[in-house]
């Protein structure tokens, strides 16, 4: 119990007290004026004799008068007691509810504070799929103000068409209580200038007092940059896989030209220049030369086989 309302307690219980006894002194006073009156009106014995012998029938009346003045201060120091004590224990919770009020004003504005300022977006739908809440982050992933989102139907404004359905059935069940929150989930958004951007969602629900979901509330992050990233990762990776594939390759198909090259060059020196064989080994020896250079190419690609720059003469490959 505070301090209010232990003076309270003492200021209501001397009042109390002083009712009553005003009660009684109202009968007492009652008493002498009726003991007066007979003595006057009707000249019956003395006044004290009245006062302190009266007749058994006035007895009785009298006394209860007095009891019945001092029941009446009893109930008026009762009910004012009452009054007092729910007017102070108001006044005192209106205090203290003042004072409460400033630490919690400055939360709830420390709050507003970090969701404006916050690297995520915030969105907050209700149950008929129109946008509630959403931070200053969500408007310049949106592009748009919040005057053109809030309000606005979430998945007829801002979700690609092929994806309506799947992410409306997803809030639906949300909102019905029928699955549970998933960490993550990822969908494409549409900004108001039509652009698509990939957010990476963390949901939960908000209750009202009995229980009852009223909307979804969603922080999100931008990783459309993540995912051109990874999405550049995976084809340098794939053309990484192509070009190891393709070294070994020209590797096992220069093991093959080189003996080719090799006999053919061997069978061009054991026969007569005159026969005419030499022009058909000269056509062996020219499509191999031309095999290996295009090996050399492969492997330069492949980066297995050192590069260097050298003079070209064009006429030749137009030729060909």
Not at 73 to 85: E, F, N, P, Q
Request: with cysteine; proline share 2%; glycine share 6%.
């Amino acid at each position: 119990m505070t301090k209010h309302h232990l003076h309270a307690k003492d200021d209501i219980g001397g009042l109390s007290d002083r009712l009553v006894y005003v009660g009684i002194a109202l009968g007492v006073l009652y008493w002498m004026v009726e003991s007066a009156a007979h003595v006057i009106f009707l000249n019956d014995r003395t006044f004290f004799g009245q006062l302190l012998r009266p007749d058994t029938n006035e007895w009785w009346l009298r006394l209860t008068v007095v009891v019945m003045f001092a029941g009446f201060g009893k109930c008026a120091s009762v009910m004012l007691a009452r009054r007092r004590r729910i007017e102070t224990i108001a006044e005192t919770s209106q205090k203290e509810l003042g004072i409460n009020k400033a630490p919690l004003r400055s939360i709830m504005d420390n709050a507003a504070t970090y969701l404006e300022l916050a690297g995520a977006i915030f969105v907050a739908l209700d149950q008929n799929e129109r946008v509630t809440l959403v931070n200053r982050k969500g408007c310049e992933i949106l592009e748009a103000g919040p005057d053109d989102i809030l309000g606005k139907n979430w998945f007829d404004h801002f979700i690609p068409e092929e994806f309506r359905e799947q992410v409306r059935t997803v809030f639906e069940k949300l909102m019905a209580g029928d699955i549970h929150p998933v960490e993550f989930y990822e969908n494409e958004i549409l900004t108001s200038k039509g652009e698509r951007k990939t957010i990476q969602w963390h949901n939960t629900v908000l209750r009202d007092n009995s229980g009852r979901i009223v909307q979804v509330l969603s922080s999100g992050e931008d990783i459309t940059e993540k995912r051109r990233l990874e999405s550049q990762i995976r084809r340098a990776q794939k053309m990484e896989a192509i070009g190891t594939l393709a070294g070994g390759i020209a590797h096992d198909f220069n093991n093959i030209l080189t003996p080719i090259l090799i006999q053919s060059q061997l069978a061009k020196l054991s026969i007569d220049s005159d026969n005419p064989v030499q022009g058909n080994l000269d056509e062996v020896i020219l499509a191999a030369q031309r095999a290996r250079d295009l090996v050399k190419q492969i492997l330069t690609f492949c980066r297995q086989s050192e590069s260097g720059r050298h003079r070209l003469t064009v006429a030749p490959i137009i030729k060909e």
